[in-house]
C-alpha cells in the first residue's frame, strides 16, 4: 500500500514541525553542558515523566508485542510487564536518592560511591559500555522496527530507511539539546498514543476480524487472550510468570527498567527540580507504561492472528520484503495497510514519532556519557562549556551512524530483547543494594559487568555453535547467568577492600539513604536523617504496583467483554490508589 498526497502532507507537517522545536531550542541547548543535557534543571514532572514514557514508546516496541501475542499469547507480556515490579521500586525509594546526588550523569555516581583508580576506571567503562556498545544496540532494535515498517508500508529498502531516519533525527537532536527533546517528546507521545489507537480501532473493524466481539470468539485468537499462562503447563508457568516475577524484575539491567533507576530514567530524574518532582515523574511515566499503553498493540497482534495466521501469510502478502527481516513481528505493521489515507498518514507519523522520540533520547543520554564522564573527566578537564557541548553533538552523529550499521545486521525485535536481557543478567540486585549497603565497591561492579557480558557471549555463541549441546531457552540462560554473575561479584566483593571511609561518610552525608546498611562504616549522626520511613516506602511500592496492575487487568477484562471482572480490578485499582495517595506524604523529602 502506498502512501498517497493526504498522508505524505500529515507525515510532512509531523516533520517540519519536529524541526521547528529542535531549532526553538538551540541557542538555550548550546549555554552549558547542565542546560545541554539536564535543562538547567527547571523542568516540571510531567513533562519529564512523559518524555519518559515517549523514549519506550519506541518504533520497536509495537512489533515485540505483535511477536509475543502471535508466538504466546497475551501472558507472554509478563516478561515485560513484571519490570513494573522494579519501576515501582525506584519511584519510592531511588527517585529521591538520584535527585539529591546532584550528578550530571549516573556515571557521575561512581566517583561519589567509589574511590580510587577503581571509581575512575568504572566510571570511564562503564559510560563506554552502556552509552556507546549497549545503547547503540538498543538504537539498532528501534532502527530495525523503522525498517521493517517503512519495507511494508512504503516499499523502501532497509538502507534508504536508516539514511532518511538517521537524518531527521540526527537534525534536531544534535540542536535542541534536552529541552528540545522534553518538549518534542510531548508532541510525539501524544501523536504516537493517537496512532496507536487509530491503529487498533481499524484493526478490529476489518470484516474479517468482526469487531471486538468476533475478535474475541474467533477460535484463532480464543487460546491467546489469557492474562496468565496455562496452569496445566508447568514449563510454560516457570518461563512467562514464575522467573519475571521472582528473580528477572530485580537481577536485569533492562533500559527503562534498571534496576533502581539509571540511563535515561536518571537522567530525567536528575533534570527534575525537586526530589519531589524526580518521584512524580517517575511515578507517571509507570502508570502511562503499564497502564495506559498496551492494550492498543495488543488488540492489533491479536486482530493479526485472524488476517495473517502464519508466517507464510505475511510472505504471501509482502514478496518483496527481504525474507531475512520477516518475522511474528513484522506483523504490527502489516496491519497498518488496511488503514485508510489521511488515518495512515497520521499512523506513520505517529510511529516516525515513537522513533524519533527514542532515538533523541538514547542519542543525548549516550553523547552526556561521553562528553562529560570521559572526554571531559579524563582527556580534556578545562575546556569551555561550549566546547563539551560541541563535543556532544558529535558524538551524537558519531553513535546514530553506528547503530544504522547494526540495525542492519540484526532481524527481529524478540532476539535484540533476549540479547540486552542476557547481558545484564546478574548486576541488577548491585544497583539496588549499592545505595544501602556500605560493602559494595567498585570492584563488585566491574566484575558484575565482566561476568555477565561473558556469560551472555557464552550462552549466544558458545553453548551451542562450538561446543555442539543442544540450545538453551532464553529464560533458562537468564536464571543461569544470574545465578553465576551473583556469585560471581559477591565474592569479589568480599575479596577486594572496601571503599575508603571518607568516600562512604561523604557519600552518606550527601545522600542520607536508610541508616541500616551504614552503620558500621560512617558516622550516622554527623547529618539527621531526612523524614519518612522504609515502611512507608514499602507500603507505596505495594499500593503502587497493586493499582497499575488492576488497571491493566481491569482494561484487558473490560475489552474481552468480562464486566465484572473488569470492574472488580477497576474498584481495586481505585482503591489503592487512594490509599497510595494518603501514604506518598510519609515517605519524606530532604527539603535542606
Not at 75 to 80: C, E, G, T, V
Not at 92 to 118: C, M, Q, V
Not at 493 to 516: K, N, S, V
Amino acid at each position: 500500500m502506498k502512501l498517497e498526497l493526504i498522508d505524505w502532507i500529515v507525515v510532512g507537517a509531523y516533520g517540519l514541525i519536529t524541526l521547528a522545536i529542535g531549532l526553538r531550542f538551540a541557542r538555550r541547548a548550546g549555554r552549558s553542558l547542565e542546560q545541554y543535557f539536564l535543562s538547567g534543571r527547571t523542568a516540571p514532572w510531567w513533562l519529564l515523566g512523559t518524555s519518559m514514557v515517549a523514549t519506550t514508546f519506541s518504533a520497536d516496541t509495537p512489533n515485540l508485542v505483535a511477536d509475543l501475542v502471535r508466538t504466546g499469547g497475551v501472558s507472554m507480556n509478563w516478561l515485560w510487564w513484571s519490570f513494573l515490579i522494579t519501576g515501582m521500586l525506584t519511584v519510592f525509594f531511588y527517585a529521591k536518592l538520584w535527585r539529591r546526588s546532584g550528578a550530571l550523569t549516573d556515571i557521575n555516581f561512581y566517583e561519589l560511591r567509589y574511590s580510587g583508580a577503581p571509581a575512575a576506571f568504572l566510571r570511564c567503562f562503564r559510560a563506554l559500555y552502556l552509552g556507546v556498545l549497549f545503547n547503540i544496540m538498543i538504537m539498532a532494535t528501534v532502527t530495525l522496527a523503522a525498517i521493517k515498517i517503512a519495507s511494508v508500508l512504503l516499499g523502501l529498502d532497509p538502507y534508504t530507511t536508516v539514511t532518511l531516519a538517521a537524518a531527521l533525527t540526527m537534525v534536531y537532536a544534535t540542536t535542541s539539546g534536552l529541552w528540545g527533546v522534553l518538549v518534542t517528546d510531548l508532541f510525539q507521545f501524544a501523536l504516537a498514543m493517537a496512532g496507536a489507537v487509530l491503529a487498533a480501532y481499524y484493526a478490529v473493524s476489518l470484516p474479517e476480524v468482526g469487531g471486538l466481539s468476533g475478535l474475541i470468539a474467533n477460535p484463532l485468537v480464543s487460546g491467546k487472550l489469557s492474562l496468565l499462562p496455562d496452569f496445566a503447563d508447568p514449563a510454560q508457568v516457570l518461563i512467562v510468570l514464575i522467573i519475571p516475577l521472582s528473580l528477572q524484575w530485580w537481577s536485569t539491567w533492562y533500559p527503562g527498567s534498571e534496576p533502581g533507576g539509571g540511563g535515561y530514567i536518571a537522567q530525567r530524574m536528575l533534570a527534575a527540580r525537586t526530589e519531589k518532582d524526580a518521584m512524580a515523574a517517575t511515578l507517571w511515566f509507570n502508570i502511562a507504561h503499564y497502564a495506559l499503553r498496551p492494550w492498543p498493540w495488543i488488540l492489533v497482534a491479536l486482530a493479526s492472528l485472524i488476517v495473517y495466521p502464519e508466517l507464510s501469510d505475511l510472505r504471501a502478502r509482502f514478496p518483496d520484503v527481504d525474507p531475512s527481516i520477516l518475522r511474528h513481528d513484522l506483523a504490527y505493521p502489516a496491519m497498518l495497510v488496511f488503514l485508510p489515507h489521511g488515518v495512515l498518514g497520521l499512523v506513520v507519523a505517529s510511529l516516525a514519532a515513537a522513533y524519533m522520540s527514542t532515538i533523541s533520547t538514547h542519542l543525548n543520554w549516550g553523547a552526556s556519557y561521553v562528553a562529560d564522564d570521559v572526554y571531559r573527566r579524563f582527556l580534556v578537564p578545562h575546556a569551555s562549556d561550549a566546547h563539551y557541548v560541541a563535543v556532544g553533538r558529535a558524538v551524537t552523529v558519531a553513535l546514530m551512524l553506528a547503530a544504522c550499521v547494526v540495525a542492519l545486521l540484526l532481524h527481529n525485535a524478540m532476539q535484540a530483547f533476549q540479547i540486552l536481557l542476557q547481558i545484564g543478567a546478574g548486576t541488577g540486585l548491585i544497583f539496588l543494594l549499592r545505595w544501602y549497603w556500605w560493602r559494595i565497591n567498585a570492584w563488585s561492579e566491574i566484575a558484575a559487568m565482566v561476568i555477565s557480558f561473558l556469560v551472555a557471549l557464552y550462552f549466544q555463541f558458545v553453548h551451542v555453535r562450538l561446543l555442539g549441546f543442544p540450545p538453551l531457552h532464553p529464560s533458562l540462560a537468564l536464571v543461569a547467568g544470574v545465578a553465576i554473575t551473583t556469585v560471581g561479584w559477591l565474592l569479589v566483593t568480599f575479596l577486594t577492600p572496601p571503599t575508603d571511609r571518607a568516600t562512604l561518610q561523604a557519600f552518606y552525608d550527601r545522600i542520607r539513604p536508610a541508616p541500616g546498611g551504614w552503620r558500621s562504616a560512617v558516622d550516622i549522626g554527623e547529618v539527621p536523617a531526612p523524614p519518612g520511613s522504609v515502611a512507608a516506602g514499602l507500603l507505596a511500592w505495594f499500593l503502587g504496583c497493586l493499582t497499575i496492575y488492576a488497571a491493566l487487568f481491569g482494561t484487558g477484562y473490560l475489552i474481552y467483554g468480562k464486566t465484572a471482572l473488569g470492574l472488580a480490578c477497576a474498584l481495586v485499582a481505585l482503591f489503592a490508589a487512594a490509599a497510595l495517595w494518603r501514604t506518598i506524604p510519609k515517605l519524606g523529602f530532604w527539603t535542606g
